[in-house]
């Protein structure tokens, strides 16, 4: 098994729709949770980072993290053509390296 | 743009060859991350070095080896080359020596495909 788990879609969504994208883990340890983009041909870029539970919002973006579960989730809000892309969630421990979920491709459709 | 340098973008070579793959980090970045991206695995964590020390190894075949100059760029070397090697190489940067923000930096990738 896997220590993070994330569908790899593809997921096609209308343009305006929110799109929710989820991931679960294994290790009760992972402390840190980020969402990177990455477009295609390009190298995976940091969109979100939090610590421990909760939720963080950035703009159009939401990132909620809950523990007990060990389940993540990035929420887009009115999302838009630009943001077709693989998704990927990534997690550690304290001191651990970064776990990469397999992400999910993401496409808006116009 | 990132300000990581890999090259090349691509390459294709044969079985049993040895290529290297090259990366210069952001400009005052110590800290330099191998992955490996392909269909099947996602992105796997291969090796990380810090200021010219390797720091902390992932899933590296013994068949690939790495190294960072004084100068801060690094080289990933793969060897005795299989089909299944294919795949995207990703070289990623960050000031620090942990993983602590979370925050690599990404190249575009090299992308090895291995008849």
């Known amino acids: 098994q896997k220590e993070v788990e994330q569908d790899p879609g593809p997921l096609s969504v209308p343009e305006g729709a929110i799109v929710s994208l989820n991931c679960t883990y294994s290790n009760s340890a992972f402390q840190y949770f980020m969402w990177y983009r990455q477009y295609s041909r390009k190298g995976p870029e940091l969109l979100m980072y939090t610590y421990s539970s909760g939720n963080k919002e950035d703009g159009r973006f939401t990132a909620q993290v809950d523990k007990s579960s060990k389940y993540i989730s990035l929420f887009i809000r009115d999302s838009q053509p630009s943001d077709s892309a693989t998704y990927l969630c990534?997690?550690?421990?304290?001191?651990?390296?970064?776990?990469f979920g397999s992400g999910t491709r993401l496409s808006i459709r116009p | 743009d990132s300000g990581v340098t890999q090259t090349p973008k691509h390459l294709i070579t044969a079985t049993g060859q040895r290529v290297t793959l090259r990366c210069s980090p952001r400009?005052?970045?110590?800290?330099v991350y191998w992955y490996q991206q392909s269909l099947d695995q996602g992105l796997q964590f291969l090796i990380q070095y810090y200021n010219g020390e390797e720091r902390a190894k992932g899933n590296i075949l013994e068949r690939f080896s790495a190294q960072q100059f004084p100068d801060l760029h690094s080289e990933l070397n793969l060897s005795s080359l299989e089909l299944g090697d294919s795949a995207l190489y990703f070289c990623?940067?960050?000031?620090?020596?942990?993983?602590?923000?979370?925050?690599?930096?990404f190249g575009e990738g090299s992308r090895l495909t291995v008849l």
């Open positions: 990534a997690m550690r421990s304290s001191a651990s390296k970064i776990i």
């Open positions: 400009s005052g970045d110590l800290s």
């Open positions: 990623a940067s960050s000031p620090r020596q942990e993983f602590d923000t979370g925050e690599l930096f």
